[in-house]
């Protein structure tokens, strides 16, 4: 984000290590700092990804277990970015602004216990733990295009449930206006949440917010898992917002509060850069960014390292008709 991305981001088909290779070179690789045995953590996750398991290092790399969902039927045909490029291009900036830290430096969070609290401006505040994420509602998957600000963009199997079912359970009064999210703070666990560099200078905890009509659009999801499975740590586990008409950086990740306002609430890139980041943040290919064109993306696909996969970026992501609405009247290059 406000860091300059490397012009080829993209994952090397050969990053992904065959596996005799990799056991071979880990008792060497131990010996190398926590990155280097990091980088090949990521290639043996990219690999078992592919493979559909994760059992490669199994005392290391966390564990996601399958979900009962039902499926979606409208967007089957979409293309999806492989789970292997899902799970290790991501942007987590607790756990480090380049695009390959937080698969590398998550792998130990633990997400069990947990606590999600719903306050605020509602009659009846809860608070979810664990076991609740996955049970609470009827999971679906949603296949939504993802398409973050600086211009790459991905196809993801997400299942979850709509935030509408969980807002409607804490029953929002007249006052609440807009929806707070906050992501755990926990320093110890999370290292860019201390280290500048480490964490692209943001101040956190990461927070990010909608207004009520938004949160409560169909489209709006809590997502608890990808690919069938529930969220590895560098995806947002165990629960985190999916947002799919607005640049990736409103779909909070780990999420441990969400709060009903009346006033808007403060977001973590628009306090940092507020002329480079919006509150509204609606994908919107005629209004750039100061560092990235919006006009088009570059699709993250099973394409290898020079497939041609730049195209169009469409007003609110393609989801133009399911939201537009909500904006009638606006100017959405004041509102960015
Ligand atoms: N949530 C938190 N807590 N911290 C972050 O750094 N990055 C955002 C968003 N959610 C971020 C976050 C950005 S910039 C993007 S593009 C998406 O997560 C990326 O999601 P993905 O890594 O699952 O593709």
Same mark, same amino acid.
């Given at each position: 984000?406000l860091?300059?991305?490397?012009?080829?981001?993209?994952?090397?088909?050969?990053?992904?290590?065959?596996?005799?290779?990799?056991?071979?070179?880990? #008792?060497?690789?131990?010996?190398?700092?926590?990155l280097?045995?990091?980088?090949?953590m #990521?290639?043996?996750?990219?690999?078992?990804?592919?493979?559909?398991?994760?059992?490669?290092?199994?005392?290391?790399?966390?564990?996601?277990?399958?979900?009962?969902?039902?499926?979606?039927?409208?967007?089957?045909?979409?293309?999806?970015?492989?789970?292997?490029?899902?799970?290790?291009?991501n942007?987590?900036?607790?756990?480090?602004?380049?695009?390959?830290?937080?698969?590398?430096?998550?792998?130990?969070?633990?997400?069990d216990?947990?606590?999600?609290?719903?306050?605020?401006? =509602?009659?009846?505040?809860i608070?979810?733990?664990h076991?609740?994420?996955?049970?609470?509602?009827?999971?679906?998957?949603?296949?939504?295009?993802?398409? =973050?600000v600086?211009?790459?963009?991905?196809?993801?199997?997400?299942?979850g449930?709509?935030?509408?079912?969980?807002?409607?359970?804490?029953?929002?009064?007249?006052?609440?206006?807009?929806?707070?999210?906050?992501?755990?703070?926990?320093?110890?666990?999370?290292?860019?949440?201390?280290?500048?560099?480490?964490?692209?200078?943001?101040?956190?905890?990461?927070?990010?917010?909608?207004?009520?009509?938004?949160?409560?659009?169909?489209?709006?999801?809590?997502?608890?898992?990808?690919?069938?499975?529930?969220?590895?740590p560098?995806?947002?586990?165990?629960?985190?917002?999916?947002?799919?008409?607005?640049?990736?950086f409103?779909?909070?990740?780990?999420?441990?509060?969400?709060?009903l306002?009346?006033?808007?609430?403060?977001?973590?890139?628009?306090?940092?850069?507020?002329?480079?980041?919006?509150?509204?943040?609606?994908?919107?290919?005629n209004?750039?960014?100061?560092?990235?064109?919006?006009?088009?993306?570059?699709?993250?696909? #099973?394409?290898?390292?020079?497939?041609?996969?730049?195209?169009a970026?469409?007003?609110?992501?393609?989801?133009?008709?399911?939201?537009?609405?909500?904006?009638?009247?606006?100017?959405?290059?004041k509102?960015?």
């Open positions: 984000m860091i300059k991305t490397p012009k080829n981001f993209s994952l090397k088909d050969s990053d992904v290590t065959d596996e005799s290779i990799y056991r071979e070179r880990r #008792s060497l690789l131990k010996q190398m700092g926590f280097g045995a990091g980088a090949l #990521s290639s043996a996750i990219a690999k078992n990804a592919s493979a559909g398991f994760f059992s490669a290092d199994a005392d290391t790399v966390f564990q996601t277990t399958g979900l009962d969902y039902s499926k979606d039927t409208l967007n089957q045909g979409l293309l999806k970015t492989p789970e292997q490029k899902v799970i290790t291009h942007n987590f900036y607790e756990f480090g602004s380049k695009k390959n830290q937080p698969v590398e430096l998550a792998q130990s969070f633990k997400v216990p947990w606590q999600l609290k719903i306050s605020g401006e =509602c009659d009846n505040p608070t979810l733990d076991d609740d994420l996955t049970r609470l509602f009827p999971l679906e998957e949603r296949i939504y295009r993802l398409r =973050c600086e211009a790459w963009s991905m196809v993801i199997p997400w299942i449930f709509p935030l509408a079912s969980l807002l409607k359970k804490v029953a929002p009064n007249s006052r609440a206006k807009y929806v707070a999210f906050e992501t755990l703070y926990d320093p110890k666990q999370m290292p860019g949440q201390e280290n500048r560099r480490l964490g692209g200078g943001i101040k956190y905890p990461y927070v990010e917010g909608l207004r009520i009509d938004e949160a409560m659009n169909p489209l709006t999801l809590m997502s608890v898992g990808l690919y069938g499975k529930t969220l590895p560098q995806n947002g586990a165990p629960i985190r917002l999916v947002v799919p008409w607005k640049y990736g409103k779909s909070i990740k780990s999420i441990v509060g969400i709060k306002l009346e006033q808007q609430p403060p977001t973590t890139w628009k306090k940092l850069a507020p002329r480079e980041y919006g509150f509204y943040a609606n994908v919107n290919p209004h750039d960014h100061p560092r990235w064109s919006q006009a088009s993306e570059r699709r993250i696909s #099973s394409g290898g390292l020079f497939a041609r996969n730049r195209i970026t469409l007003p609110f992501n393609g989801y133009g008709e399911e939201v537009a609405d909500l904006y009638q009247g606006m100017n959405l290059s509102h960015y």
